[in-house]
């Protein structure tokens, strides 16, 4: 069906929350503006005045007297000074003149006229023409004219508009059709949020079957996810697949502090969607301007307006003329219940944190036009790239490019690969840090902990790398793992094994060398929000059971929780963690105490390579928990 591109938004009932709002004081506002307006003219005159002159001392005057410099000479006996020309001056153009002035001192005044006469100086005309009583009056005029043209028409926009000229303008990028140059062969990792908005195209392309049978596209999808999945990017691909115009804003463009300015630019931008329906209006970071409507602490005027403008607006028009509005947020927790009713945002769609197949898309997305090596393993990338989003892959592509090209190579390899992903989430390498011998051996022995306990650990991840060259993430060291198998649920074994990794750095630290260090700051915070979450999250302690006071009031940023308890299971929740806590880290200590050649051999080996790789310290390993292989086969054929 044929859109009526004629028709506005604006044309149903209650289109205009805060219409009634607008200021009834235009006229004062006008007035005020046109005064400034005023004041800015007399104070550019008085400039371009004043700039006719120069002012100079009499010892300057006279020194260009005596050197014969001077062509012209004015004496203003009223006014109390001398205006003079100088012949550099006078050989310009009369409307680039410039003349000097200085004060008139005081004597016999007619020895210094006939002193210049006698110098053939002419002292008897105008120097610069004075037409500033002529010209203040005009530019008076003039302004005052003007003043009530300015008030005439800025009342009349005020009017109309609610603003003053396009101060109410939307700022939104309008991508016209097929010119995002995004379609869904550019998104991978999100296969169900690409069929969840399929049929929003499919309505667009073909929007007759669905009416008939009386069905209502969606007005609104809420695009969630944490940073880097590709929301802005799913947006644009649905634009390209439909083939329509896409309107881009982001929340934040919405927020003024002028009260009215948030509101009018929403009205602008479904005016002008609605002109060129069918359309998508996507709204990124849409949390900027639909929070949460608190009234705890006051009314924010201008964000309530806003809000309502919107809200009105999506309710206002008719989805059966093509405009999709898709929004984007981080933190979809705080945006206002209004805007997440039926009949507004009506479907949320998920975009999450890809897995090893998504991965795997996305990698292959991002090096279509990049020349590749034979020795390159997509796989083994994305299983190692465990938890990066979509927008870490492409970093990750791009800096393995880049390091190919410092290093004179023509086409990426594995290395480079590898090596960019590293830096990617460590920071590059610090090659000229100085550290002492002391710093070294401990850094090995701390990251060895975490290594030796994770092999022996039955639960805990693979070790993939072990390093010691600093980088500029600001750690000394790193003890890299890589997951055999990507995994959605962790049993309690899992938690206690990773829980005992994190401290086996800081319990190698005691062992060998009978103190601690600050190198185990990072370890330990992680450690703690792990227990504490197995035991106020997870109910996997006794003390609490079933019992879950932690409330997560950013799931996808930064994941931070709270506890909505009593102050008694508050210190009961401490208590069961620190206890955690110190039976992993006797246990980790008592580990490495009973390997200790082990712990030493591979802190040695590490110190000479300064990098190992999961393969080498298994070997190790191995070697340590089967030191006889030949004799354990040459028993085993006996017996046969």
């Given at each position: 069906m044929e859109p009526n591109r004629n028709d506005s938004p604006n044309n149903g009932p209650n289109r205009n929350p805060g219409e009634n709002n607008r200021p009834k004081n235009n006229k004062w506002i006008a007035l005020l503006i046109s005064l400034a307006v005023v004041l800015l003219f007399s104070w550019l005159f008085n400039a371009v005045q004043s700039s006719k002159y120069t002012e100079t001392t009499y010892d300057e005057f006279r020194t260009a007297m005596l050197a014969d410099q001077l062509a012209e000479v004015e004496i203003q006996y009223a006014r109390g000074r001398i205006l003079y020309m100088t012949k550099e001056e006078a050989a310009k153009d009369r409307a680039q003149q410039k003349a000097c002035y200085t004060g008139l001192p005081s004597g016999n005044h007619m020895e210094l006229a006939n002193e210049l006469t006698a110098m053939g100086v002419k002292n008897s005309q105008e120097i610069v023409e004075d037409n500033s009583m002529i010209m203040m009056i005009l530019s008076y005029a003039v302004m005052i004219g003007g003043l009530f043209l300015v008030m005439n028409l800025v009342t009349k926009r005020m009017g109309s508009d609610g603003m003053m000229g396009g101060i109410g303008k939307s700022k939104a990028k309008v991508y016209m059709e097929k010119q995002t140059g995004v379609t869904f062969k550019d998104v991978a990792g999100q296969d169900e949020a690409k069929e969840s908005l399929q049929e929003i195209i499919d309505f667009l392309h073909n929007p007759g079957k669905y009416t008939e049978i009386g069905a209502k596209l969606p007005k609104g999808a809420l695009l969630v996810g944490p940073p880097g999945t590709g929301k802005t990017l799913i947006a644009k691909a649905v634009a390209g697949e439909a083939g329509v115009p896409f309107f881009s804003i982001s929340g934040s463009d919405f927020v003024e502090m002028f009260v009215g300015l948030g509101a009018s630019r929403v009205r602008d931008l479904f005016q002008q969607a609605a002109k060129v329906a069918p359309c998508i209006i996507f709204i990124d970071e849409i949390d900027a301007v639909g929070g949460s409507r608190d009234n705890r602490f006051g009314t924010n005027s201008e964000h309530d307006q806003t809000l309502n403008s919107?809200?009105?607006?999506?309710?206002?028009?008719?989805?059966?003329?093509?405009?999709?509005?898709?929004?984007?947020?981080?933190?979809?927790?705080?945006?206002?219940?209004?805007?997440?009713?039926?009949?507004?945002?009506?479907?949320?769609?998920?975009?999450?944190?890809?897995?090893?197949?998504?991965?795997?898309?996305?990698?292959?997305?991002?090096?279509?036009?990049?020349?590749?090596?034979?020795d390159v393993d997509l796989r083994r990338i994305?299983?190692?790239?465990?938890?990066?989003?979509?927008?870490?892959?492409?970093?990750?592509?791009?800096?393995?490019?880049?390091?190919?090209?410092?290093?004179?190579?023509?086409?990426?390899?594995?290395?480079?690969?590898?090596?960019?992903?590293?830096?990617?989430?460590?920071?590059?390498?610090?090659?000229?840090?100085?550290?002492?011998?002391?710093?070294?051996?401990?850094?090995?022995?701390?990251?060895?902990?975490?290594?030796?306990?994770?092999?022996?650990?039955?639960?805990?991840?693979?070790?993939?790398?072990?390093?010691?060259?600093?980088?500029?993430?600001?750690?000394?060291?790193?003890?890299?793992?890589?997951?055999?198998?990507?995994?959605?649920?962790?049993?309690?074994?899992?938690?206690?094994?990773?829980?005992?990794?994190?401290?086996?750095?800081?319990?190698?630290?005691?062992?060998?060398?009978?103190?601690?260090?600050?190198?185990?700051?990072?370890?330990?915070?992680?450690?703690?929000?792990?227990?504490?979450?197995?035991?106020?999250?997870?109910?996997?302690?006794?003390?609490?059971?079933?019992?879950?006071?932690?409330?997560?009031?950013?799931?996808?940023?930064?994941?931070?929780?709270?506890?909505?308890?009593?102050?008694?299971?508050?210190?009961?929740?401490?208590?069961?963690?620190?206890?955690?806590?110190?039976?992993?880290?006797?246990?980790?200590?008592?580990?490495?105490?009973?390997?200790?050649?082990?712990?030493?051999?591979?802190?040695?080996?590490?110190?000479?390579?300064?990098?190992?790789?999961?393969?080498?310290?298994?070997?190790?390993?191995?070697?340590?928990?089967?030191?006889?292989?030949?004799?354990?086969?040459?028993?085993?054929?006996?017996?046969?």
């Open positions: 919107l809200l009105g607006e999506i309710d206002g028009f008719d989805s059966t003329k093509g405009i999709v509005v898709l929004a984007a947020t981080n933190r979809p927790e705080i945006l206002d219940k209004a805007l997440l009713r039926p009949g507004r945002f009506d479907r949320r769609i998920i975009m999450d944190t890809p897995n090893f197949q998504g991965r795997l898309d996305t990698l292959k997305v991002h090096t279509r036009k990049i020349k590749l090596a034979e994305a299983q190692t790239a465990s938890g990066a989003v979509g927008a870490d892959l492409a970093n990750l592509v791009n800096e393995a490019a880049l390091r190919a090209v410092r290093k004179g190579r023509k086409m990426v390899t594995q290395e480079d690969l590898l090596a960019a992903f590293e830096t990617v989430m460590m920071g590059s390498e610090k090659k000229n840090t100085v550290r002492t011998e002391t710093e070294r051996r401990m850094t090995a022995y701390h990251e060895v902990g975490h290594a030796l306990v994770a092999a022996l650990e039955k639960n805990a991840m693979p070790v993939s790398k072990i390093t010691i060259i600093p980088r500029t993430g600001g750690s000394l060291g790193a003890t890299m793992y890589i997951p055999e198998e990507e995994k959605n649920l962790y049993t309690r074994e899992d938690l206690i094994a990773k829980i005992h990794s994190l401290l086996g750095g800081r319990a190698a630290e005691e062992v060998v060398f009978g103190t601690m260090t600050t190198g185990a700051s990072n370890d330990l915070q992680r450690a703690t929000a792990l227990a504490r979450d197995m035991i106020a999250r997870y109910g996997m302690s006794s003390e609490l059971g079933l019992l879950s006071p932690t409330v997560v009031t950013s799931q996808y940023l930064d994941g931070q929780s709270s506890l909505d308890c009593s102050q008694e299971t508050a210190a009961t929740v401490d208590k069961a963690a620190r206890s955690l806590l110190e039976t992993c880290y006797a246990e980790d200590k008592q580990v490495l105490t009973e390997n200790r050649a082990l712990l030493d051999e591979i802190s040695e080996f590490l110190l000479t390579k300064e990098t190992i790789t999961g393969e080498e310290l298994m070997a190790y390993v191995h070697a340590a928990q089967n030191p006889h292989p030949e004799v354990e086969e040459t028993e085993a054929e006996t017996e046969e």
